[in-house]
T-cell receptor, first 113, second 111 residues
Framework: NAGVTQTPKFRVLKTGQSMTLLCAQD?????MYWYRQDPGMGLRLIHY???????AKGEVPDGYNVSRLKKQNFLLGLESAAPSQTSVYFC????????????FGPGTRLTVT | KQEVTQIPAALSVPEGENLVLNCSFT??????LQWFRQDPGKGLTSLLL?????REQTSGRLNASLDKSSGRSTLYIAASQPGDSATYLC??????????FGTGTRLTVIP
């Protein structure tokens, strides 16, 4: 099993450009999450999904959109990138919320200039 | 809002030493607490998960304890090795989908 994979690993965008980050998991997990990690701030939840076709906002959702069209995939979109979105983005999945262990992908390092 | 604090931010120890990493949280109404390891430029690897009803979990040289009433958890690493060098993060889960992370302790084990 590959676990949780993320594409791409690195990306540089100019302000105003758009992009989509792809997360895939092969563990048949119901729950998937997108986090961002910034120096000195820890990881913060952007959006999450409790199942195929459902998404919800986390702590810092502004400027991002997500979609969960298939159970194994969770997409994070930036419609108009801003320098404040420079960060490392992590995807995670778990079997159930409220107690399930979260498994993380390797991360995507995004720089917005 | 839940706040998670990890002290110290960085720690250096000689190889073979036993050590303790600390995590504190402000709201004791948690589902679980999870300890992760993060190597530079890498993702997070789950080390131990303690459910709110448990007091401790062990895996190999690692032992994590949880005291919900005082809002504290410790990660004990026995006989540290250079390969243990990494950043250790704790996270508490509150509510349905809220996982709150500390900013981590960067551990260096000196050969």
């Amino acid at each position: 099993n590959a676990g949780v994979t993320q594409t791409p690993k690195f990306r540089v965008l100019k302000t105003g450009q758009s992009m989509t980050l792809l997360c895939a998991q092969d563990m048949n997990h119901e729950y998937m999450y997108w986090y961002r990690q910034d120096p000195g701030m820890g990881l913060r939840l952007i959006h999450y999904s409790v199942g195929e076709g459902t998404t919800a906002k986390g702590e810092v959702p502004d400027g991002y959109n997500v979609s969960r069209l298939k159970k194994q995939n969770f997409l994070l979109g930036l419609e108009s990138a801003a320098p404040s979105q420079t960060s490392v983005y992590f995807c995670a999945s778990s079997t159930w919320t409220g107690g399930g262990e979260q498994y993380f992908g390797p991360g995507t390092r995004l720089t917005v200039t | 809002k839940q706040e998670v604090t990890q002290i110290p931010a960085a720690l250096s120890v000689p190889e073979g030493e036993n050590l303790v990493l600390n995590c504190s949280f402000t709201d004791s109404a948690i589902y679980n607490l999870q300890w992760f390891r993060q190597d530079p430029g890498k993702g997070l690897t789950s080390l131990l998960l303690i459910q709110s009803s448990q007091r401790e979990q062990t895996s190999g040289r690692l032992n994590a304890s949880l005291d919900k009433s005082s809002g504290r958890s410790t990660l004990y690493i026995a006989a540290s090795q250079p390969g243990d060098s990494a950043t250790y993060l704790c996270a508490v889960q509150t509510g349905a989908n809220n996982l709150f992370f500390g900013t981590g302790t960067r551990l260096t084990v000196i050969p």
